[in-house]
Antibody
């Protein structure tokens, strides 16, 4: 069974930093693209970042580019999101999601998010 | 801020058919496949439709998706009380070089 478990959320002051982790199990982690998607309280879904299996393709939403860094450790079956210069508008539940595709070669537009974690809450407030 | 526009709400009585629209542009829906997600209250999103009209294993065939030009639609036939949820379309955007989600539609079963 595919399992994705996020951790690392919490309360942080504006301008502060936080590192989220996502522990994966039940599948061959090194073979899949991984993603972060967030949801502010009472709001819709917002894609944050994607990283392909070999970390050679990395994408960010404009709202986090230059402040957030996605990374992965395939030996540890783990995905990370380093969040710096946090703002109040970054307050959200952060989900990690596995990218799936019917294509054998990586092509970001073809990917969809079939498996999601339960999310971890990040609150940015003074 | 979202580039994919959905109606904020939709409703129907049990057994009815409900359709949710998702309007985009040539840089997202017009050029790439559309996926749909269902989010029940207090839970993580769930993939409902991928590649415009494909259902993952376990998703009832009451749910169907379609795409035409720069718009897409999700149809729920035989509406059931457990279908009360928020629904989001999503697609890759070539101009933004990232994924975009729709504004979301809350479906209510009357």
């Amino acid at each position: 069974e595919v399992q994705l478990v996020e951790s690392g959320g919490g309360l942080v002051k504006p301008g502060g930093s936080l590192r989220l982790s996502c522990a994966a199990s039940g599948f061959t982690f090194r073979s899949y693209t991984m993603n972060w998607v967030r949801q502010a309280p009472g709001k819709g879904l917002e894609w944050v970042s994607s990283i392909n299996s070999g970390s050679s393709y990395i994408y960010y939403a404009g709202s986090v580019k230059g402040r957030f860094t996605i990374s992965r450790d395939n030996a540890k079956n783990s995905l990370y999101l380093q969040m710096n210069s946090l703002r109040a508008e970054d307050t959200a539940v952060y989900y990690c999601a596995r990218g799936d595709s019917d294509s054998s070669a990586y092509y970001a537009p073809d990917e969809y998010f079939q498996h999601w974690g339960q999310g971890t809450l990040v609150t940015v407030s003074s | 801020q979202s580039v994919l526009t959905q109606p904020p709400s939709a409703s129907g009585t049990p057994g009815q058919r409900v359709t949710i629209s998702c309007s985009g542009s040539s840089s997202n829906i017009g050029d790439n496949t559309v996926n749909w997600y269902q989010q029940l209250p207090g839970t993580a999103p769930k993939l409902l439709i991928y590649s415009n009209n494909q259902r993952p294993s376990g998703v009832p065939d009451r749910f169907s998706g379609s795409k035409s030009g720069t718009s897409a639609s999700l149809a729920i036939s035989g509406l059931q009380s457990e279908d009360e949820a928020d629904y989001y379309c999503a697609a890759w955007d070539d101009s933004l070089n990232g994924y975009v989600f729709g504004t979301g539609t809350k479906v209510t079963v009357l």
